[in-house]
């Protein structure tokens, strides 16, 4: 099935510093979403990209959907205690007939006061 | 505007036994989707369902099923629970259906432990 790779898998930071993320798929996306998940939370979604090339912000977070329509990138600027939690990228895969979403395995992000 | 909600939040069960998870979607949503997600396999589509129909299905056994009410609020049922069923199964809200549906807002989960 289709699936979506997620890096880094962790990454462990400190205070202040800006975060970098990325997933990228073997078949094209027509969406990217990305979503924040805390312990026993369900995700939050943070930011949703529609069109190739496309860069969203929202607060300290921006997100760009790549031209390939293949990957997508997640930056965290300036990351503060509260940032701290699993990102996952998804998407709906552009296969007729695919109405489900896809996720990433997530990026675990630890921040180092 | 109150957010997805899903009863209950934890539950105990015992192989064999069956257990029916609730969701309510936010209000004016009419999509409704569910996960499951564990540690080794992540988040993983089970089933939506839209104005009380299954629309499309993800790759789980026939244990595992849902419906959805006239009020858009939904219940998904596991039979015959095994082990691996332990699992954070989310339930997700979205406006309308299918490829118009990318924007899921989830609930806060319900942890099933099966014994």
């Known amino acids: 099935g289709q699936q979506l790779n997620q890096s880094p898998q962790s990454m462990f930071i400190q205070e202040g510093e800006d975060v970098s993320m990325n997933c990228t798929s073997s078949?094209?996306?027509?969406?990217w979403l990305w979503y924040k998940q805390d312990p026993g939370e369900g995700p939050v979604l943070l930011i949703a990209?529609?069109?190739?090339?496309e860069l969203t912000s929202n607060g300290r977070l921006t997100a760009q959907f790549g031209i390939t329509r293949k990957d997508s990138f997640l930056n965290i600027s300036a990351s503060i205690p509260s940032d701290v939690g699993i990102y996952f990228c998804a998407g709906p895969p552009y296969v007729q007939g695919a109405q489900k979403l896809v996720f990433g395995q997530g990026t675990r992000l630890t921040i180092n006061p | 505007k109150a957010g997805v909600t899903q009863t209950p939040r934890y539950l105990i069960k015992t192989r064999g036994q069956q257990v029916t998870l609730s969701c309510s979607p936010i209000?004016?949503?009419?999509?409704v989707s569910w996960y499951q997600q564990t540690p080794g396999q992540g988040l993983q589509f089970l089933f939506e369902y839209f104005s009380e129909t299954q629309r499309n299905k993800g790759n789980f056994p026939g244990r595992f099923s849902g419906r959805q009410f006239s009020n858009s609020r939904s219940e998904m049922n596991v039979s015959t629970l095994e082990l691996g069923d332990s699992a954070l199964y989310l339930c997700?809200?979205?406006?309308?259906?299918?490829?118009?549906?990318?924007?899921?807002?989830f609930g806060p989960g319900t942890r099933l432990t099966v014994l």
């Open positions: 078949s094209i996306f027509n969406t």
């Open positions: 997700a809200s979205s406006r309308v259906a299918g490829a118009l549906s990318n924007e899921q807002f």
């Open positions: 990209l529609y069109k190739a090339g």
């Open positions: 209000s004016g949503h009419r999509s």
